[in-house]
Each structure stands twice: as structure tokens, then as C-alpha cells.
Nanobody, 123 residues
Framework: QVQLVESGGGLVQAGESLRLSCATS????????MGWYRQAPGKESEFVAA????????DVAEAVKGRFTISGDRAKKTLYLQMYWLKPEDTAIYYC????????????????WGQGTQVTVSP
């Protein structure tokens, strides 16, 4: 099973930026399609973004569209989530996911998960 390790979370103020990273143990970055989810306290897991390597396409949730970008560095085998103009409502644990077997927007589709990284946005 693929191993995923996230990093890059932290405490920032509203309006600031952060970049999350997710290193994969898969043979290549594009071995599995990958994505990001988040979970705020007391809330269900929420789809953030996903990437289909073969098609070169991305899917980004409406709540973050225009502020968050998903991308990858094949040489480093690392997936990124660049987050701009952060808002307090973006506060959550962010999880990297890999190897979807169904809808990318359904967390039950994903076979591999990282341990999560905390993002906290203060007003």
C-alpha cells in the first residue's frame, strides 16, 4: 500500500498563503491519481482537490477554487497544495490521498491516506 507523508501545515493569519506537500512512496508520482481532503473539528471530511495525471486535469472544490492549486513535482515524487488568501474557515486537518477507485469527490474511493497536517488560519 502506498505511503503518503504530508508536511507544510501551520498557523497563519487570514489572507496569507501556505503550501502543503505530500511525498509518495509509489514508484512514480503518477502511479496513482492523487488528491487532498480536509476535515475541520466536528465536521465531515471535505474534498478539496484532485489530479488526474494521465489526462493532465485537475478538479478543485468550489469552496477553494481560485485560491487553491494542486500540482506535483515528478522528480521529487511530491504532490502540492498551494493555498492563497486563506480564510479562518479553511482551518482543518489536511490529508493527502492516492489511488482512487471511484469518484474523486467521495472520500471512500481512495485507498491510500497520509497522516494529515494541521492548518490553522486566525482572523
Amino acid at each position: 500500500q502506498v505511503q503518503l507523508v504530508e508536511s507544510g501545515g501551520g498557523l497563519v493569519q487570514a489572507g496569507e498563503s501556505l503550501r502543503l506537500s505530500c511525498a509518495t512512496s509509489a514508484p512514480t508520482l503518477s502511479t496513482y491519481d492523487m488528491g487532498w481532503y480536509r476535515q475541520a473539528p466536528g465536521k465531515e471530511s471535505e474534498f478539496v482537490a484532485a489530479i488526474n495525471w494521465a489526462r493532465g486535469s485537475t478538479d478543485v472544490a468550489e469552496a477553494v477554487k481560485g485560491r487553491f492549486t494542486i500540482s506535483g513535482d515528478r522528480a521529487k515524487k511530491t504532490l502540492y497544495l498551494q493555498m492563497y488568501w486563506l480564510k479562518p474557515e479553511d482551518t482543518a486537518i489536511y490529508y493527502c490521498a492516492a489511488d482512487p477507485r471511484g469518484s474523486y469527490r467521495d472520500c471512500r474511493s481512495w485507498r491510500g491516506w497520509g497522516q494529515g497536517t494541521q492548518v490553522t488560519v486566525s482572523p
